[in-house]
């Protein structure tokens, strides 16, 4: 039986987050939309980012060019290519975008070693690029409406069965998976990033949400190092 390592893609696969790449090189030529801090949905927000960017002569070659520039985290590219060879069974599940993550893994020559990947959906039409929800979820109300992690992975795992299975993430939106872990899986937060200050409130707490085994990271080779000795 297969093992399942799931990742995030921003600040954990690569050592930046994507969005931000974009929106830096759009504010280079015209000031993007600014995001309405009541505003929970991210989605919506990157497609008025994409729209601006079309409109200030930001071409499809520029886009990808600043996804392909992102360097990888400490030790990445060494981990998913040592775990693909022992076979696990390796998912991005991230609120980027399609365009985004799979320019940045054929850039680095990473393709072969994904099993999934789980995002929303991204494409060019005349130059522009447009971006559509992962899912519409109302049911978890910790979430955006266009992804709630922990359902998208639930939904993977239904059609697969996994001995092991781990979770590797930095950010808010990581949270919800890790707090739905079974008791044999292990959480990787990224150390001094907001699911590590939050997974660390949780278990100091008198109920703590976290079933599974907690191990931050700082570099892929501790993730790595972990997961062969598992």
Not at 38 to 43: F, G, K, L, P, S
Not at 101 to 110: G, R
């Amino acid at each position: 039986m297969a093992s399942l390592a799931v990742f995030d893609f921003d600040r954990t696969i690569v050592d930046n987050d994507s969005d931000a790449v974009v929106i830096e090189k759009l504010r280079e030529k015209q000031p993007p939309p600014e995001w309405e801090s009541e505003n929970r949905d991210w989605t919506p927000y990157m497609s008025d980012v994409f729209e601006h960017a079309y409109s200030a002569g930001l071409r499809e070659a520029d886009v990808l060019s600043a996804i392909a520039s992102m360097k990888p985290t400490p030790g990445c590219i060494h981990m998913l290519k040592a775990l693909h060879k022992a076979g696990w069974h390796i998912v991005l599940l991230t609120d980027a975008n399609t365009v985004f993550v799979q320019h940045w893994l054929s850039t680095h020559q990473l393709e072969d070693c994904i099993k999934a990947v789980i995002t929303n959906r991204a494409f060019w039409d005349q130059g522009r690029l447009y971006i559509e929800p992962c899912m519409r979820q109302t049911a978890c109300s910790r979430c955006p409406t266009n992804l709630c992690k922990s359902l998208a992975l639930a939904q993977w795992c239904a059609r697969h069965q996994y001995s092991n299975i781990c979770y590797a993430g930095d950010g808010r939106n990581d949270y919800c998976p890790a707090t739905n872990l079974p008791a044999h899986a292990t959480v990787f937060p990224r150390r001094g990033y907001p699911l590590d200050d939050l997974i660390k409130k949780t278990l100091t707490s008198s109920t703590p949400h976290i079933k599974a085994k907690v191990v931050p990271w700082d570099s892929c080779d501790t993730i790595l190092d972990k997961l062969i000795q598992a």
